[in-house]
């Protein structure tokens, strides 16, 4: 189990590498990587901000580039490594592109399909379900979302306080 872990966090610190892309951009710091023999064939990390475009989460984009690459749309062979656990669009995904294995940095209890609002991935009513790890590198994961909305509400006061300044001149 021990090398199955340091795998697992191989691979995660990579989809870290592509959430700090997302937060360095002003996006949610969300990441994922997509392995295939032990090989990253798809990256991908949040941009719907950026992109102006709903589909334009860490997953998607990830899930495209390994769809791309391997030449199928179906990953029956991929693990799909993320930071945040999926939200119903890319659970949904996840489920479609036959992926077998999701690895999870941290759960979000808001708007999580992968255990917390509802479980998408192991659905035994799917025609695929999937094997689900959580927890891999989780304080890493929480760390970097925490930081971004805490900046972000500094952010957010500081601009509110700047307009209300201006107005009052």
């Not at 991929?78 to 930071?83: E, F």
């Not at 669009?89 to 759960?107: D, L």
């Not at 689900?132 to 006061?157: H, P, W």
Request: hydrophobic share 40%; net charge positive.
């Amino acid at each position: 189990m021990a090398a199955v872990t340091s795998i697992h966090e191989k691979y995660m610190r990579e989809a870290l590498k592509q959430a700090k892309k997302a937060y360095a951009l002003g996006e949610v710091p969300i990441g994922c990587v997509i392995v295939h023999e032990d090989k990253i064939i798809g990256r991908g990390y949040n941009r719907r901000n950026t992109d102006k475009n709903t589909l334009s989460h860490a997953e998607i984009t990830a899930i495209n580039k390994a769809s791309k690459k391997i030449g199928d749309w179906r990953l029956e062979d991929c693990t799909l490594y993320v930071t945040l656990e999926p939200c119903q669009m890319c659970a949904g995904a996840i489920v479609q592109a036959r992926i077998p294995e999701v690895v999870m940095g941290c759960m979000n209890p808001k708007a999580g399909c992968a255990g917390s609002i509802l479980n998408i991935l192991e659905m035994p009513e799917f025609n695929h379900q999937v094997t689900v790890y959580r927890g891999i590198l989780e304080q890493a994961c929480s760390d970097m979302l925490k930081t971004f909305f805490s900046e972000l509400r500094i952010r957010n006061k500081q601009e509110k306080e700047a307009r209300k300044a201006t107005l009052s001149s």
